[in-house]
């Protein structure tokens, strides 16, 4: 008797993963790499985990019907199916932040960098510890809260074992509130709209804000004063030379 061991999603690597969920879905590398807009030869290289996609990729991966949550870290990732609802009702395939069961649309990929920030301050860290998890420098940090480049999967895979919401700061869709969102439709057997955020939602969604907007303070702050002491040097100069 023949024993057939099917893995778990967990003792898979990425590349593995990757192929599963593209056999599932019934795609060809070729057609995947079309719904993406990349290369094959791209396609080809993201699935063998040889290079790192874009957030822009991971975007319309997810939206072509993949769990890239599952990709990323062998975890199934809850209500998949209506994340990629709510990214397919868009009239492009742009992120979506959530609050209360509302969705407020966001127009570009940089503000992945937003909702990694938005984290990052929900949790009470500095960008150095980011780093340290994330295992890049605090440099590299900025640039991906700015949304100028996209951390490589080694990064996303450091995140969510820290807690980080990985489809959340990608897709814009916040897992519990598609959870908790199912559940008020469910029990109001509601077919149609959404719930309107509670006051409890709306304070925390100020509180993050208020947050985002302190911590861009602080760095305009800091920028400033360094170009005042720069100013102060040349002047220096300046009188010294006219001496």
């Not at 199916?81 to 932040?97: F, G, N, T």
């Not at 199912?182 to 006051?199: F, I, M, Q």
Request: glycine content about 6%; hydrophobic content about 30%.
């Amino acid at each position: 008797m023949v024993n057939i061991y099917f893995k778990k999603g967990e003792e898979m690597n990425l590349s593995e993963r990757f192929k599963q969920e593209r056999n599932r879905l019934e795609l060809s590398q070729e057609s995947t790499a079309n719904k993406c807009n990349v290369v094959l030869a791209t396609q080809f290289k993201y699935e063998k985990d040889k290079s790192s996609p874009s957030v822009d990729y991971w975007q319309k991966l997810t939206i072509a019907g993949f769990d890239i949550g599952y990709i990323l870290t062998g975890k199934k990732t809850p209500n998949i199916e209506k994340i990629i609802e709510m990214l397919k009702s868009q009239e492009k395939p742009k992120p979506v932040i959530s609050f209360g069961g509302s969705a407020l649309p966001k127009a570009k990929e940089a503000d992945y960098g937003i909702r990694l920030k938005q984290q990052r301050l929900e949790k009470n860290l500095s960008q150095t510890a980011v780093a340290e998890i994330g295992n890049t420098s605090k440099t590299t940090q900025l640039s991906y809260e700015k949304g100028r480049t996209s951390p490589p999967n080694s990064y996303w895979q450091s995140l969510n074992e820290n807690g980080f919401d990985l489809i959340y700061i990608i897709t814009g869709v916040l897992i519990q509130t598609v959870s908790e969102h199912l559940e008020w439709r469910e029990e109001n057997k509601v077919t149609t709209g959404a719930p309107p955020p509670s006051y409890d939602d709306l304070k925390a969604q100020n509180g993050m804000l208020r947050k985002l907007l302190q911590e861009s303070l602080k760095q305009i702050e800091e920028s400033l004063e360094k170009t005042r002491s720069q100013k102060n040097e040349l002047k220096n100069v300046l009188n010294f030379l006219d001496r």
